[in-house]
Nanobody, 123 residues
């Protein structure tokens, strides 16, 4: 199965931007939809966005629509999450995971979560 590693998090002021990366190992990367999730302190992990094999995208949270953009570069085996106009409510650990479809990504049924990447937005 494809292995994923998240990176790109950090501390940013409100209104700033970050680009998260989800780097994959293995030749099967192109066969997977990839989902981004986040888990804020004391809260459950929630679905943020996903991108299908063909590049179709989906976003779950109204709060991120228009501010976050998911994309993939199959040549680099990487999926990105571009985050703009960040606010303190975006503070969370962000995770990526592989799925067969966007529908399965929305359900977030995955057991092999990585360490994620911390995003902290200061006010």
């Amino acid at each position: 199965q494809v292995q994923l590693v998240e990176s790109g998090g950090g501390l940013v002021q409100a209104g700033g931007s970050l680009r998260l990366s989800c780097a994959a190992s293995g030749r099967t990367f192109r066969s997977y939809a990839i989902g981004w999730f986040r888990q804020a302190p004391g809260k459950e992990r929630v679905f943020v966005a996903a991108i299908s094999v063909s590049g179709f995208t989906a976003y779950s949270l109204d709060s991120v629509r228009g501010r976050f953009t998911i994309s993939r570069d199959n040549a680099k085996n990487t999926v990105y999450l571009e985050m703009n106009s960040l606010n303190p409510e975006d503070t969370a650990v962000y995770y990526c995971a592989p799925f067969t479809t966007i529908s399965s990504a929305r359900r977030g049924e995955y057991d092999n979560w990585g360490q994620g990447t911390q995003v902290t937005v200061s006010s």
